[in-house]
């Protein structure tokens, strides 16, 4: 350990590993990414590496890992490998590190589109989403990469094999300044939506579910936010079917023809594998029910 911070000070250590991670073998190119993971297990490091030579480290590995080619089957431990040390470099706590990632162009969105690869490992597409989740936890408004986030987290709305995604929209939604910007993104309600309506069954849809009904909880505080939420069709509905949480039921039947039924004309009232609130507190299904109305008075 007493060596690894003088590698990442040593330009020629650096460059060697860039050109072997270009090499045919793939062994090698593993060998050369793990080689990069250990040495940005040090956070001194991590700025080191994100720094050099303005970002060509950082686009090396994005480049591993957006490589989506059935042709190059052997390079899926070095996909991984580059995946886990970007992920391993975004949870520096030297912001430098984090905002030249955040703002080094096409990682977000490289990060999005492997989610989506038809011939990605999981393991590569796990670390995909816990880095954009990780990296939700950190940009925020005004940073300029706020916008290639938003982007990013809407292709990557249809992964549910982990709540990451839907993670990283709530932590979005925590920040009250980027709850109007959120609402106004192109997709996003849409997408958030989606997330909030996943059907199936387990802990990891239900946390999926829960996560994103609390983004849009949280968006529904804001009032310039609250009225856009309350013309997307989506959004109610989810809210509707959180506060009922009942799957067979489709939440346009709780609509009267004067507005949605409040909790005294229900049987009861409460989200499906009730979880512990934000704050907390055991109290999710009363706060869907607040915003719902919220959103209903703002129609």
């Given amino acids: ?24 073998n793939p062994e090698t190119r593993r060998n050369a990414v793990v080689t990069l993971f250990n040495v940005a297990c040090s956070d001194q490091n991590t700025v080191r ?41 975004s949870c520096s ?21 492997t989610l989506k690869g038809e011939h990605t490992g999981l393991e590569v597409k796990m670390y995909c989403s816990a880095t954009l989740r990780r990296m939700s936890e950190i940009i925020r408004a005004p940073m300029i990469a706020q916008g290639a986030l938003l982007s990013a987290l809407v292709k990557a709305s249809t992964w549910t094999n982990t709540d990451c995604v839907a993670e990283a929209f709530r932590a979005q939604a925590a920040v009250p300044e980027n709850c109007v910007i959120m609402a106004n993104h192109h997709g996003l309600l849409n997408a958030l939506s989606r997330l909030a309506l996943t ?11 829960r996560a994103s009904c609390m983004a849009i ?26 506060s009922y949480g009942e799957e067979d039921q489709d939440p346009r039947n709780t ?5 949605f039924l409040d909790g005294s004309e229900r049987a009861g ?31």
């Fill in 217 to 242: 909880e949280l968006m529904s505080r804001q009032d310039e936010a609250r009225a856009l939420l309350s013309q997307n069709e989506g959004i109610i509905m989810a809210l509707t079917k959180a």
């Fill in 1 to 24: 350990m007493d060596n690894v911070p003088e590698m990442a000070r040593n330009d020629l250590v650096l460059e060697t590993l860039l050109k072997l991670m270009k090499e045919d």
């Fill in 255 to 259: 609509y009267n023809g004067e507005g």
């Fill in 269 to 299: 009232s409460r989200f499906s594998g009730d979880g512990e609130d934000d704050d907390g507190s055991n109290q999710s299904p009363r706060r869907y029910d607040v915003a719902l109305k919220n959103l209903i008075q703002a129609m």
């Fill in 199 to 209: 059907r199936g069954e387990g802990e990891d849809v239900e946390k999926v579910r």
């Fill in 49 to 89: 590496l994100a720094r050099y030579r303005d970002g060509t480290i950082l686009e090396a590995l994005v480049d591993l890992v957006g490589s989506d080619d059935p042709i190059l089957r052997g390079h899926d431990e070095a996909r991984a490998n580059a995946a886990e040390t970007i992920f391993n470099m």
């Fill in 93 to 113: 706590e030297i912001s430098e590190t984090t905002d030249r990632m955040a703002n080094h162009a096409g990682l977000l969105e490289c990060l999005a589109v």
